[in-house]
């Protein structure tokens, strides 16, 4: 089982800042790397599927590299509406895990 | 309107089981296979398995080999999710959703197990 950690844990910056969050997977992973975004009390919301593809309605702020083991989720500049937890989450051979979230939080 | 629906919330005590459903509607429900995400109180989001709706084949994480069953009911547009052997560590709200670029989740059913 691919396993995913994200870092840093918790990412404290002000609006109009860049953010930049890391996944890393235990082994290599295949192009299906998401990245979603959750606030509280709410179903996680696709921003970026396979690596680099941002979902529909996803804003152009966002964006998704990587390949490998190493991904990176872009926030060129923060909007108070993007101040929520981004997950990872990566499939392969039908198996998926989701990483342990990074949570964007007003410096 | 495209969406999946989920079944209320349930209560069980430790040792039984429970079975959630998800209805989908507004596209074809044989196109996108659906899968199961569980959200433990305040914890992140943990995968527990994928079902073909066109096929029924499933797919499930090591951790609940055993103890989940999914299925699909082709002619309601109706996927299960059964976990059985109940714990504590169980409660969570249970979400199906495609987790894929044509984005879609229910809107999560809560399962409290307590004594």
């Known amino acids: 089982e691919i396993l995913l950690t994200q870092s840093p844990a918790t990412l404290s910056l002000s609006p109009g800042e860049r953010a930049t969050l890391s996944c890393r997977a235990s082994q290599s992973v295949t192009s299906y790397l998401f990245w979603y975004q959750q606030k509280p009390g709410q179903a996680p919301r696709l921003l970026i599927y396979?690596?680099?593809h941002r979902a529909t309605g996803i804003p152009a702020r966002f964006s998704g590299s990587g390949s490998g083991t190493d991904f990176t989720l872009t926030i060129s500049s923060l909007e108070p509406e993007d101040f929520a937890v981004y997950y990872c989450?990566?499939?392969?051979?039908?198996?998926?895990?989701f990483g342990p979230g990074t949570k964007v939080d007003i410096k | 309107q495209v969406q999946l629906v989920q079944s209320g919330a349930e209560v069980r005590k430790p040792g039984a089981s429970v079975k959630v459903s998800c209805k989908a509607s507004?596209?074809?429900?044989?196109?996108?296979?659906l899968h199961w995400v569980r959200q433990a109180p305040g914890q992140g989001l943990e995968w527990m398995g994928i079902i073909n709706p066109s096929g029924g084949t499933t797919t499930y994480a090591q951790k609940f080999q055993g103890r989940v069953t999914m299925t699909r009911d082709t002619s309601t547009s109706t996927v299960y999710m059964e976990l059985s052997s109940l714990r504590s560590e169980d409660t969570a709200v249970y979400y199906c959703?495609?987790?894929?670029?044509?984005?879609?989740w229910g809107q999560g059913t809560m399962v409290t197990v307590s004594s």
């Open positions: 989450q990566q499939r392969s051979n039908w198996r998926g895990t």
């Open positions: 507004g596209y074809t429900f044989t196109s996108y296979y």
């Open positions: 959703a495609t987790l894929d670029a044509f984005d879609i």
């Open positions: 396979d690596t680099s």
